[in-house]
């Protein structure tokens, strides 16, 4: 597969003619999702889910499907009926080739006063995470974890403590639309060979518009 980071916490990610796009949030580009064939949705947090982002993936591909949390499906079935299916912790499927795992069930911890909505996270193709907004760790090894770097939920850490706990083989930073370029300066020391140790992962962060390939499941 071939891996292209988008704005925030939006990827894609392709694998001959086939496409999925993960959480083409309002933070990612206007056209993140257009040419998906199989769309991925974490939770509702409109960084997130943006549903004008998703119409115009919908109607450039009329064969495009989305899968999701109840949360989500709940608030776009009726536009797109039928190409909507609702999903949850420990279920897998198949999306337009790729093959999904879902792992997680609740949004990290913001604060005590505010209430837990529900997140999941995807493994696709035996290979590659997205944690959403949580720091699921998912019972099976996975080899390229997009790693959400900074958040209103976490500390530096958290995220350290859970690339350890995780421990891809290659980390790529996900969730990092609000960090300037002294933030990721210091997020790079923190997470990269200076710092106090991520578990053996390899820490990189890529500009959106960034491709690169990841390896097959292991």
């Known amino acids: 597969m071939e891996l292209t980071k988008k704005g925030h916490a939006c990827v ?22 257009i040419g998906a064939d199989a769309i991925l949705v974490t939770h ?18 009329p064969a495009a499907a989305i899968w999701t949390l109840g949360s989500v499906s709940g608030q776009i079935s009726a536009a797109f009926p039928g190409r909507v299916h609702t999903v949850g912790h420990g279920d897998t499927f198949s999306a337009a080739g790729f093959d999904v795992e879902v792992h997680g069930e609740l949004h990290a911890v913001i604060h005590p006063d505010i209430p837990r909505i529900t997140n999941v996270g995807y493994v696709v193709d035996g290979s590659v995470f997205h944690p959403g907004d949580a720091l699921t760790v998912p019972d099976r090894p ?5 790693l959400p ?37 210091v997020y790079g020391r923190m997470l990269g060979p200076g710092g106090p140790g991520v578990g053996g992962a390899e820490h990189t962060r890529l500009t959106p518009g960034t491709s690169v390939p990841v390896s097959a499941g292991r």
């Open 142 to 146: 996975v080899d390229t974890l997009l």
């Open 149 to 185: 770097v900074h958040a209103p939920w976490s500390k530096v850490a958290e995220v350290i403590d859970y690339l350890r706990e995780v421990r891809p083989r290659q980390a790529y930073d996900v969730h990092d639309g609000l960090l300037g370029e002294l933030g990721h300066t």
């Open 12 to 33: 894609r990610l392709t694998k001959g003619d086939r496409t999925l796009v993960i959480d083409p949030g309002g933070f990612s580009e206007p056209d993140a999702a």
């Open 44 to 61: 509702e947090h409109p960084d997130h889910f943006d549903e004008s982002r998703l119409r115009a993936a919908m109607e450039a591909n």
